[in-house]
């Protein structure tokens, strides 16, 4: 971790720390995330564009009704974990902890 710099990149993220903080989104190729889980519900990522359950590509972007991301396996906008793996590494990548608040996961 110390190699690729992720402590000060670590503080950049958090309030307070000198620096204006970014969002980040994150895409998590896995197998979903549980949509409903508390440490992550406010961390979705929203398709400003998509207007959710209209089965209409309403953002033009080839995918319908992908409000938080697309289900590449069963090809439908509801990235729901059935698995529960992806919800693993989407909680790894930005559970709510602590007062790191600008980070979300796609």
Not at 3 to 11: D, K, L, N, P, V
Not at 25 to 53: C, F, K, Q, S, Y
Not at 62 to 86: A, I, K, T
């Amino acid at each position: 971790l110390n190699q690729i710099g992720m402590e000060r990149a670590w503080e950049h993220l958090r309030p307070g720390c000198g620096a204006t903080p970014r969002p980040v989104t994150v895409a998590v190729l896995d197998t979903g995330v549980d949509l409903h889980h508390p440490d992550l519900e406010a961390r979705l990522w929203t398709n400003p564009n998509e207007i959710p359950g209209n089965g209409i590509d309403d953002d033009g972007n080839g995918f319908v009704d992908d409000v938080h991301g697309y289900d590449f396996v069963s090809l439908d906008g509801n990235p729901q974990d059935e698995d529960g793996h992806g919800t693993h590494c989407a909680g790894t990548v930005a559970a709510v902890v602590g007062d790191l608040h600008e980070v979300q996961i796609m």
